[in-house]
């Protein structure tokens, strides 16, 4: 009897020949041919293999088909990502200026990303994934994504409720995640972001610049995931999603215990965030009362002598620039052809130099910035625009902090000067200027 011939793609015996003129012979050639039969059916109906064409019998969809499709179609995707994020940026500034949400729009952050091509083709690869999608171009949900992050609980929830009147008629509810109400639920301590699907709308381009070099047509279908949740929120998700879920490894008991404790940890760090956030209103909102009451020179003699004094930090002076009758101050030191104060705008930024010059000069309280508009300070202001118009040849514009810095500095003795130099807490040029005109009037 030859030896099998093997054939290695299959791993059987392929042809069998038997010199053995016998019946046993006959029997076991068509043992053979029959095995053979059955193990070729097997493995052509098998969901294990390939097709002739390469495809993945396992999945709905042609893998290298569809990562083409996609990587065609990424920069329209790409596209999507500027129009949504340009979008929630107007989107802001407008119901901020209008007064519709108390939200202060510095302290939000706003990332995004249009997933890759290998990422892409990674999760559509997956197992789970193949038996899930029928068409993964449609049914993925985040091929954009958009990470909203905020200080607060309090903030979290304004915007979650704003993005929900906006998008009504765009969220993908079925798609869209709340973990706040999960975990509340469950009674269970966990990651509490709220994720909303949304699709493409024409409004999005109506609100944006430049909106005329995209064509809306090319977005039909689009969607994106918009992930709204705190700076702690945001730590804890990436803890967890590459210490617990990247691992790879299933976590004993104890080591879940310990990630339900951190879980914890965080939830009550930004439970005490939330409340300080409130209580910082609450005092906010009452020294801006305060310092406008402060400004009411009827209730000066009576009124004030009861009440605490308002300490200055960069929060009280934005309070104080802000009051009307300290405008109108600022307003009247306007000397034309000579000196223009933009007493309307108010500063982005007080900052602790600021706070330190002032009280290097013995000012600790609100009330004690309208001593620096008195007649000798006021003459020396107008003799240092003078001076600038000489030098420059043109009026100065100064913002209101500026004034006050000069003001703050014509205030100061001599040994206060020498501090305020040494720490630099104002432009050098601006000191030298003023120290030149104390000592000509000085002299005379």
């Known amino acids: ?39 070729m059916t097997s493995l052509n109906n098998t969901s294990l293999t390939n097709n002739n064409n390469g495809i993945d019998t396992t999945s709905h969809y042609n893998i290298e088909h569809t990562v083409n499709e996609y990587k065609n179609k990424w920069n329209l995707y790409e596209s999507f990502r500027c129009i949504l994020v340009e979008y929630i940026n107007k989107l802001l500034d407008q119901v901020i200026k209008e007064n519709k949400v108390k939200l202060d729009k510095n302290a939000i952050e706003i990332k995004s990303r ?20 029928k ?95 705190t700076l702690l929120q945001h730590v804890w998700a990436e803890v967890e999603h590459k210490a617990r879920y990247k691992a790879g490894e299933e976590l004993d008991d104890d080591k879940k215990r310990y990630f339900d404790r951190l879980a914890a940890l965080i939830e009550v760090a930004d439970d ?3 409340d300080l956030v409130e209580e910082t209103e609450k005092i906010n909102k009452k020294s801006r009362k305060r310092i406008d009451k402060e400004q009411d020179e009827i209730n000066e003699q009576d009124d004030m002598q009861k009440e605490p004094k308002i300490f200055i930090s960069s929060k009280n002076i934005a309070f104080y620039l802000a009051n009307e009758k300290v405008k109108e101050k600022f307003k009247k030191l306007n000397k034309e052809n000579i000196l223009y104060v933009l007493y ?28 620096l508009f008195n007649d000798e300070n006021k003459k020396i202001l107008y003799a240092y625009a003078q001076e600038i118009l000489s030098i420059d040849g043109s009026p100065s514009r100064l913002p209101k902090l500026s004034i006050m810095q000069i003001l703050a500095y014509a205030k100061a003795n001599q040994e206060q000067k020498e501090k305020i130099k040494e720490k630099k807490l104002i432009f050098e040029r601006t000191c030298r200027i003023i120290d030149k005109l104390i000592k000509g009037e000085n002299n005379e």
């Open 1 to 39: 009897m030859t030896q099998p011939v093997i054939n290695t793609k299959y791993n059987f015996i392929n042809k069998i020949k038997y010199l053995d003129n016998g019946g046993g012979g006959i029997c076991i050639i068509l043992f053979y041919t029959k095995m053979e039969k059955n193990i």
């Open 114 to 133: 249009t997933k890759t091509i290998d990422s892409f083709k990674g999760k559509i690869s997956r197992d789970d994934k193949k038996s899930k999608y």
């Open 135 to 229: 068409n993964p171009l449609d049914e993925i949900t985040d091929l954009v994504g958009v990470k909203i992050l905020l200080t607060s609980l309090k903030d979290e929830n304004i915007l979650y409720e704003l993005l929900k009147i906006e998008l009504k008629d765009n969220i993908d509810w079925e798609n869209s995640i709340d973990k706040t109400q999960d975990i509340k639920k469950e009674r269970k301590f966990g990651y509490l972001g709220r994720h909303l699907v949304i699709s493409y709308d024409d409004k999005m381009l109506k609100l944006i610049e430049n909106s005329d070099k995209y064509d809306s047509k090319d977005f039909t279908n689009f969607k994106a995931e918009i992930q709204i949740k």
């Open 272 to 274: 005490l965030f939330k």
């Open 344 to 371: 309307d705008e108010e500063p982005s930024l007080i900052s602790m130099n600021f706070i330190e010059l002032l009280k290097i000069i013995n000012i600790q309280y609100t009330k004690d910035l309208n001593t």
